[in-house]
Every structure is written in structure tokens, then in C-alpha cells.
């Protein structure tokens, strides 16, 4: 089975904090993503990787960045995080670019004060 | 006006009752169409996926693509209080990056 964990459940930071959220999957995937889920709003992509240090942003990536150093780990960085940050953030990855479907990590719950 | 629109819900349905969860779209582009299931403070977990028209079966589950249209259907029939769960629809023309339905609330009352 694939197996996608994320660093952590649930986070509380404050406003201006630097957050890391970190991704890892052991099935060797090359494509990673991150999106955040919202009420409403389902969920949005921030930023992909298909290779190790490729990235590209997604439909919201204001605010944040990311780090692929290496192929099986994907950061998801808040660079000074704000409230309106606060949100359910969900990591996931695919193999290639078949007919594969993504495998999602449990989310990290991430509050900003 | 969002590429996939899906009814938030919630849908509140008793024990055993056929269930139909709908989503529409607007990109003709897309060919791959999956749903996911949601449980509370959980990642969604794939439970169906279909490339391009047409009906696919698994137990319980059965997913209905109509390109046509522009509609897509999961049904469940003989409905748990497990099946209770928020379920996204997700589709994508390339099939690494997918666009998602706000997700649907059910509710399966023992």
C-alpha cells in the first residue's frame, strides 16, 4: 500500500511565523503536490513537484514556497504565516502521468493566531 | 463560475436507501474522473476512478460518466452509517493535476 505521512496533524503558530510542513512517501513517486481544503472551496493546488528540486506553482501559491531535495520528501513552507493561512493542508503523490490517481497524506490542521 | 460544481449537501439519507452523488463541469478537456471519500479530519482516500464515458462497478459503489453532458454520478446503494463521509469529485485532462468538487456531506441515519 501507498503510504503518504505528513509531519504533523495540527499546528498552531502565530502570525509572522516561519512553518514547515513536511511531506514523505515511500513508494517512490515522482510527482508530489500540496493543496489546502477550505470550507467551500474544496480543494486548491499550491505547488507540485514532478522531479527532485523541480517544482511549479499551482493555482494559489502566493505565500508560499516549497523544498524537493529529495525524491521520496516535499516541504511546504509559510514564509511569514497569516490568518488567513489558517486552513487543512493535504499532501499527495502519483507515480507518473498515466492513469494513476493521487495518494493523499491524513492532512496537517494548521491554525495561525 | 467554478470548472466543477458540486452540491455542498448535506445529504441525509436512512440506512439501506440508494444514494446519488452528482458533480458537472464545464472543461470538455477532461477525461479522467475519480471520486474520493473524506472522513472527518482524514486525507480523502480514492474510491472510484474512471477515464472517459461510461459506467464502472465496485460493490456497492458505481460511477457514471456522461462527457456529453458534462456529468458525473456516484451511486451507493444499500447505504451504512459508514458510508457516512464527505465525497469529493475530481477530474483532470492530464491525470497528475486534478481539478476538485467542494465536496458533498453524507449523512446515513442507522
Known amino acids: 500500500d501507498v503510504k503518504v505521512t505528513q509531519s504533523s496533524r495540527y499546528l498552531v503558530k502565530r502570525t509572522g511565523e516561519k512553518v514547515f510542513l513536511e511531506c514523505v512517501q515511500d513508494?517512490?513517486?515522482?510527482?508530489m503536490f500540496w493543496y489546502r481544503q477550505d470550507p467551500g472551496l474544496g480543494l486548491r493546488l499550491i505547488y507540485f513537484s514532478y522531479d527532485v528540486k523541480m517544482k511549479e506553482k499551482g493555482d494559489i501559491p502566493e505565500g508560499y514556497s516549497v523544498s524537493r531535495e529529495k525524491k521520496e520528501r516535499f516541504s511546504l513552507i509559510l514564509e511569514s504565516a497569516s490568518t488567513n493561512q489558517t486552513s487543512m493542508y493535504l499532501c499527495?503523490?502519483?507515480?507518473?502521468?498515466?492513469?494513476?490517481?493521487?495518494?493523499f497524506g491524513p492532512g496537517t490542521r494548521l491554525l495561525v493566531l | 463560475q467554478k470548472e466543477v460544481e458540486q452540491d455542498p449537501g448535506p445529504l441525509s439519507v436512512p440506512e439501506g436507501a440508494i444514494v446519488s452523488l452528482n458533480c458537472t463541469y464545464s472543461?470538455?478537456?477532461?477525461?479522467?474522473f475519480m471520486w474520493y471519500r473524506q472522513y472527518s479530519r482524514k486525507g480523502p482516500e480514492l474510491l472510484m476512478y474512471t477515464y472517459s464515458s461510461g459506467n464502472k462497478e465496485d460493490g456497492r459503489f458505481t460511477a457514471q460518466v456522461d462527457k456529453s453532458s458534462k456529468y458525473i454520478s456516484l451511486f451507493i446503494r444499500d447505504s451504512q452509517p459508514s458510508d457516512s463521509a464527505t465525497y469529493l469529485c475530481a477530474m483532470s485532462a492530464s491525470s497528475y493535476k486534478l481539478i476538485f468538487g467542494s465536496g458533498t456531506r453524507l449523512l446515513v441515519r442507522p
Open positions: 472543461n470538455s478537456a477532461f477525461q479522467y
Open positions: 513508494m517512490d513517486h515522482e510527482n
Open positions: 499527495a503523490s502519483i507515480k507518473g502521468r498515466g492513469r494513476e490517481t493521487q495518494y
